[in-house]
């Protein structure tokens, strides 16, 4: 009887330990996650970069940013960002066809939100043409 009181105690005990623990893990805090370049002349590629801060405890892996289409290039921080450290992740625009555009970029990594979007917008407008006159 005495073992099995034992035996009892020691599993509630780390029942109670195990429940108490707070899950750590890595976290984005972007300081944007839309960015609009507004009117932009055509064939005229356009960066804007993300930047983030690591609130979490454990370092943040970006494991890949796919963007939407193939008119966005991404390049991103690829080491291991510490707690309280920061990276950047940019998106380049190639601006090809005159319209309006909403893009997406899909960040996945390993934090508590492990799939994020980020969304740049604006408008191509044709580029001004130069003509001389004689």
Known sequence: MK??????AV????TAM??????????????????????IPQNKPVTVD????????????ISAVEPQCGC???????????KGGE????????AAT???FTKLATVKSNA?????YLYIKGEVVAAATSSSSK
């Open 98 to 100: 005159v319209s309006t």
């Open 87 to 94: 990276g950047v992740i940019t998106l380049t625009y190639n």
């Open 72 to 82: 966005t290039v991404a390049k991103f921080t690829s080491t291991p960002i510490k």
């Open 112 to 116: 508590r939100t492990p799939v994020k």
């Open 11 to 14: 599993i509630l005990g780390f």
């Open 18 to 39: 195990t429940a108490m623990q707070v899950e750590s893990t890595a976290e984005f805090k972007f300081e944007k996650e839309t960015h609009d370049f507004g009117k």
């Open 3 to 8: 073992k099995l009181i034992i035996f009892c």
């Open 50 to 61: 993300f930047k983030f801060t690591n609130i979490g405890d454990e370092p943040l892996i």
